[in-house]
């Protein structure tokens, strides 16, 4: 058979203009099948030395060709890159796609295989083609769907990194807004407990002044049970703390001794936990109804438990003389230090003491200030002659820290 000799003429004209011509600047160069329609061995020879020759000269060459020698020199020569147009097997047609990197490889065989050619003719013309030009389009074939895994692969793994994305700028923004969240709750929660604690004071002072107008043990025992209850309102307001685990209800006997850990003082069980867990505990005078899981046992022993209760009756026994007050002790009645605070935080300090030496029925209070430039002393002083609570106060004997104390008599 014989080669377009014609056609193959007409390259070699084009390309020794091309390469006679004097370039006054970058030129592209677009050659489609170099040097067909001659011998394939001497055409792929030709088609190589002209490849190189246009590598030396400033112009941009875009070559196709079937020759596997020219395809080769993408591989082994720097100046050269491969490239090759994608082709669907399954429809027989091409994608018109450009994949940048590797050769493109002839498709004869397959596309016979398709169409139907013998098994044996195929291999025969594989053995005729020989082994270095099968073995370049094996080798292209599997270069291709290496890089055809590696782009799925690519594709997998940005869509992983762009959910892990996603999935952390989710997880950011709960965070923000539990965050937030636990601020407007704890902000709540504080204004609950300022509020239940405020009207408390109010109702307390009330119940106090009316007690002490009335001056009659009828109004006292009343104002004990209006403290009663003002004391259960207050509670039942305020948010309960997570405790810890504790003892058993059933461990809990009527005339136990407990602390309550709301008012901060002990009590003795009245009436055990009904089917709501809602016990009954005598604090001082007066019996508040409480949860069963706020109570703790005391666990102090016997003789010493004996002692401190017979004190406390000593210290609350009435006295005619006012060396009364110079018998109260710091081990036996409730103590609050205000030395090193100011003065409008020893005032709140002071306050609260008393609203819960009231509740639980303390009859004395030792206030601790100190001597220092005695501004603060004064300040707390003329604080304790207006408290509705105080029936009197005295300062301490050298016994008990001298003028830096003051001993409070509650009414």
Do not use: C
């Not at 867990?277 to 001082?284: E, F, I, M, S, Y």
Request: net charge neutral; no cysteine; proline share 4%.
């Amino acid at each position: 058979m014989l080669g377009d000799l014609s056609t193959f003429s007409g390259h070699l004209a084009n390309v020794g203009e091309i390469l006679n011509a004097s370039h006054a600047g970058p030129t592209l160069v677009l050659l489609d099948e170099l040097m067909a329609g001659t011998n394939p061995d001497q055409g792929a020879a030709l088609a190589r030395a002209t490849a190189e020759a246009l590598a030396e000269r400033p112009v941009l060459a875009v070559i196709t060709t079937h020759y596997d020698s020219l395809k080769a020199l993408g591989e082994s020569d720097r100046r050269f890159a491969n490239a090759g147009m994608e082709y669907d097997l399954e429809r027989l047609r091409p994608t018109f796609r450009l994949a940048v990197g590797a050769p493109g490889r002839a498709y004869a065989f397959d596309i016979a295989a398709r169409m139907g050619l013998p098994g044996s003719l195929l291999e025969r013309a594989r053995v005729l083609a020989g082994d270095s030009s099968v073995g370049l389009e094996s080798a292209i074939a599997r270069l291709e769907a290496r890089e055809a895994a590696l782009a799925r692969e690519s594709e997998r793994l940005a869509e992983a990194e762009a959910s892990a994305s996603a999935t952390a700028e989710a997880q950011r923004e709960a965070a923000a807004a539990l965050v937030r969240r636990e601020r407007e709750l704890g902000h709540h929660a504080r204004e609950a407990v300022e509020s239940a604690v405020a009207e408390a004071r109010a109702e307390i002072r009330g119940v106090v002044r009316r007690a002490q107008e009335a001056g009659t043990s009828r109004a006292a025992e009343v104002g004990r049970g209006d403290l009663a209850r003002v004391a259960a309102l207050a509670l039942g307001k305020l948010p309960r703390p997570d405790a810890p685990p504790v003892a058993a209800v059933a461990t809990f006997e009527i005339g136990a001794r407990v602390r309550v850990e709301r008012l901060g003082a002990e009590g003795v069980v009245a009436q055990l936990p009904d089917g709501h867990g809602r016990a009954k505990v005598t604090v001082g005078k007066m019996t508040v109804e409480v949860g069963a899981d706020e109570l703790r046992p005391v666990t102090a022993p016997p003789r010493r438990a004996a002692r401190a209760a017979a004190a406390q009756t000593a210290a609350r026994a009435p006295v005619a003389s006012e060396d009364a007050l110079a018998l109260v002790s710091q081990s036996t009645s409730p103590t609050v230090d205000l030395r090193g605070q100011t003065g409008d935080d020893s005032l709140a300090v002071v306050e609260a003491a008393l609203d819960r030496a009231a509740l639980a029925g303390q009859s004395h209070l030792m206030v601790v200030h100190g001597h220092g430039t005695g501004a603060l002393r004064k300040r707390i002083r003329g604080y304790l002659e207006d408290s509705p609570y105080v029936a009197r106060w005295a300062p301490g004997t050298s016994r008990q820290g001298g003028d830096g104390v003051s001993v409070v008599e509650l009414r």
